[in-house]
T-cell receptor, first 110, second 118 residues
Framework: QQPVQSPQAVILREGEDAVINCSSS?????VHWYRQKHGEAPVFLMI?????EQKGHDKISASFNEKKQQSSLYLTASQLSYSGTYFC???????????FGTGTRLTIIP | DTGVSQDPRHKITKRGQNVTFRCDPI?????LYWYRQTLGQGPEFLTY????????KSRLLSDRFSAERPKGSFSTLEIQRTEQGDSAMYLC????????????????FGEGSRLTVL
């Protein structure tokens, strides 16, 4: 069951904030977030384990609502370097066999 | 410090031909994953190994696909009798052993091997 991401695409001006959502229909062990720039490999951002924790990395943070099987990625004061496609990957058993969502394309304009 | 390397980076082949991709993971990583990605989609799981053991293979994978990791180091993914629908980016990823304290669960992806079937 592929997780559903929303929105599919978003365009921001530099300095604006964005939220990307990821929903699963099955119980999750963890949620992973990756960013992929055009023509490049996906790059790991963070992992959230069940327990409802929230993590942060610079101006990018994420939360995981275990009861709702939802995760959100928060990008604050966006920079041009944040442009790319963001994927959530759901892990049901803790073996990093990830099922990726369809992605959210983020475009930051000056 | 070398990351995950994949070879070849690009492969153009005619329908019906066989192709083989190679992946060299980061040396201390014991888990190795193969994913396939088509344009505009997220990576789709194909199979994964822990050391030389293939632990799981996607049900979506036809019998034309086979993967090996003979000595628990590099891995190969072979596609026999290629079809146009096999055209995609084939991504390899590796991760640290589960018992390592500094393990974060991160998958380290290679740059991928792009397959075009004519």
């Amino acid at each position: 069951q592929q997780p559903v991401q929303s929105p599919q695409a978003v365009i921001l001006r530099e300095g604006e904030d964005a939220v990307i959502n990821c929903s699963s229909s099955k119980a999750l062990y963890s949620v992973h977030w990756y960013r992929q720039k055009h023509g490049e490999a996906p790059v790991f951002l963070m992992i959230l384990l069940k327990g409802g924790e929230q993590k942060g990395h610079d101006k990018i943070s994420a939360s995981f609502n275990e009861k709702k099987q939802q995760s959100s990625l928060y990008l604050t004061a966006s920079q041009l370097s944040y442009s790319g496609t963001y994927f959530c990957g759901t892990d049901f058993f803790g073996n990093e066999k990830l099922t990726f969502g369809t992605g959210t394309r983020l475009t930051i304009i000056p | 410090d070398t990351g995950v390397s994949q070879d070849p980076r690009h492969k153009i082949t005619k329908r019906g031909q066989n192709v083989t991709f190679r992946c060299d993971p980061i040396s201390e990583h014991n888990r190795l994953y193969w994913y396939r990605q088509t344009l505009g989609q997220g990576p789709e799981f194909l199979t994964y190994f822990q050391n030389e053991a293939q632990l799981e293979k996607s049900r979506l994978l036809s019998d034309r696909f086979s993967a090996e990791r003979p000595k628990g180091s590099f891995s190969t993914l072979e596609i026999q009798r290629t079809e146009q629908g096999d055209s995609a980016m084939y991504l390899c990823a590796s991760s640290l052993p589960s018992e390592w304290e500094r393990r974060t669960g991160e998958l380290f992806f290679g740059e991928g091997s792009r397959l075009t079937v004519l």
